[in-house]
């Protein structure tokens, strides 16, 4: 007998607040002119601050500049450098001009570069000179000669950037508003790379309407005002720091205030007290490297008040612990993915704790979410897990230049299928039990590792845990639990974790191989490379 509709793991989200309608220029001008005085950007590496009015000139400076540099719209800009005001004048700036910004991973490698910068079409690179141990201008000039269609490369800090904003700033400001008249909500704006786990990365391509209205709406659930300082030590390059971020602040007239290049534990929490921020944001490691700090009771994080966890599944002891010593009340789960601009779901801020810590929240306003079957694409009842799939707004345009694998991800309707498993409980909440190439097939039975990991981040002595398959002869595959140890705490074995889970766990839940580790694989964003996991346990255990 087919499920009645009401029952069907499909929810919509409403909303009293229309979309927005504008081009993130329109929507950042609205903004400088309600709150010009108040901060919009401070830079702790650099101690400079701009207020609305101050990045609105150096925006446009920025953007005259480049428009005298013939920039025109639809032309793809490139931009490779770690966090910092220069980075956020380039978002706002090419938007201004309706040039699509490239954002590039700043870990890539010139063999990852070339391939970016050929793929998308990049007319002009803006790059840090060099960051840690990348030297981006050696590698620059090592893969130019085969970028044909790379003209301009402009280093951060050189004198050729100083000369683009000389010139911008003495430039008419009527050129800029006459480009943007020609631009228009759905027009691209912006290709993310995202980090492919097998093969070449695919370019996300999304539009003002896709970004604004994410950052806007993440916000709005945030309860965001133009009150709010924001604490973004989430990468630029990606949605997390870009879209929930910056384009989330300036909707608001909130502040986005850089505690480092790159995540530093100590330099966010010194960040939070030294600004007041009333926002956090970070991966469930970053939190835990916050938390773990030495000087944790030294910083006072008393304004603190909400934030993001995201990224990858937030364990539930850690989720205590932001609440209880950061402060962080209404600390929000947000679930999505680069083609959803990013976020679809996101727990409220009212949200009783438990269900921050066991589900991604329920669908946001003016977006679908269903669980379908795998193997039919039918709708699932509620309870019962399936593939995620989403649609509305947030869905992007498609992977640049790369229509066949467009079609993949995005079916006719307009859904975008994430590759996510997930259940919806009866009042629309989702939990997101693992990946579909995650998900662990042992002798028949359906494990789910994000589970197990719970259930062994209650170990004591567990700082945090990753479970995978790997492969056995006689169960097709076998669990094995990565566990990176607490300070001070003995390596757990095999068989001591079998003690532990003893009576408490299914017996074929129970990881037979246990590896200890001080890190795990990560791609940049903090995403855990349970393929690159698989790999070495494969050479690691002799399979």
């Not at 090419?94 to 700043?106: D, H, Q, R, S, W």
């Not at 006719?412 to 190439?437: F, Q, S």
Request: some cysteine; overall charge negative.
């Amino acid at each position: 007998m087919p499920t009645p509709p009401a029952q069907r793991s499909h929810a919509s989200g409403t909303a009293d607040v229309p979309l927005l309608g504008d081009t993130i220029g329109e929507n950042l001008d609205r903004a400088v002119r309600a709150f010009p005085d108040r901060d919009a950007l401070v830079d702790r590496p650099t101690a400079r601050r701009w207020t609305y009015a101050q990045l609105a000139a150096d925006v446009d400076a920025l953007a005259l500049g480049l428009l005298d540099l013939g920039i025109a719209k639809g032309d793809r800009v490139g931009i490779w450098a770690p966090n910092c005001a220069e980075w956020t004048l380039t978002q706002y700036a090419t938007a201004k001009l309706g040039a699509i910004l490239v954002t590039v991973n700043p870990a890539y490698r010139s063999h990852e570069l070339e391939y970016v910068l050929n793929q998308a079409g990049i007319r002009l690179l803006v790059a840090a000179e060099r960051f840690k141990t990348s030297d981006y201008a050696g590698m620059i000039e090592e893969v130019r000669p085969r970028c044909a269609e790379l003209q301009r490369v402009l280093l951060l800090g050189s004198p050729a950037w100083d000369d683009v904003l000389a010139v911008g700033r003495a430039a008419d400001p009527a050129r800029l508003a006459a480009r943007q008249r020609e631009l228009a909500p759905d027009d691209p704006i912006n290709i993310q790379y995202t980090s492919g786990t097998t093969g070449f990365p695919k370019g996300a391509t999304l539009s003002h309407r896709n970004i604004l209205n994410n950052g806007y709406f993440v916000g709005e659930l945030l309860d965001y005002t133009e009150q709010d300082r924001i604490c973004v030590p989430v990468p630029f390059y990606h949605c997390f720091g870009m879209v929930m971020g910056n384009l989330a602040a300036t909707s608001h007239g909130a502040c986005v205030v850089i505690p480092a290049p790159s995540f530093e534990p100590g330099a966010t929490l010194a960040a939070v007290a030294a600004e007041r921020c009333t926002s956090l944001y970070g991966v469930p490691t970053m939190f835990i490297a916050e938390l773990a700090d030495p000087d944790f009771a030294r910083h006072d994080l008393g304004s603190l008040r909400t934030g993001i966890m995201a990224g990858s599944p937030c364990p539930a002891e850690v989720m205590k612990e932001v609440i209880e010593r950061m402060g962080m009340s209404e600390v929000s789960i947000c679930y999505g993915m680069t083609e959803t601009s990013p976020v679809s779901t996101q727990t409220r801020t009212d949200d009783p704790v438990e269900r921050r810590v066991s589900t991604v929240g329920r669908v946001g306003p003016h977006l679908e979410v269903k669980v379908v079957d795998p193997a039919t694409g039918r709708t699932v009842p509620r309870g019962e897990p399936g593939e995620l799939c989403t649609r509305g707004y947030s869905v992007m345009l498609g992977y640049w230049a790369e229509p066949e694998r467009t079609a993949e991800a995005v079916d006719a309707a307009g859904w975008m299928h994430t590759g996510d498993l997930a259940v919806m409980d009866e009042e629309g909440y989702l939990a997101i039990t693992g990946r579909i190439k995650d998900m662990v097939i042992r002798g028949g039975e359906n494990l789910y590792p994000r589970e197990i990991e719970e259930f062994l981040h209650t170990h004591p002595d567990v700082l945090d845990v990753q479970v995978i398959g790997v492969p056995d002869a006689k169960y097709g595959e076998e669990l094995m639990a990565w566990i990176r140890m607490r300070d001070g705490a003995e390596p757990l074995t095999a068989e001591a974790v079998a003690a532990y889970c003893a009576g408490r766990l299914a017996h074929f839940k129970v990881p037979r191989y246990v590896h200890v580790v001080e890190e795990f694989p990560m791609t940049v964003t903090g995403k855990i490379r349970k393929v690159e996991m698989r790999e070495l346990a494969v050479r690691i255990l002799g399979l």
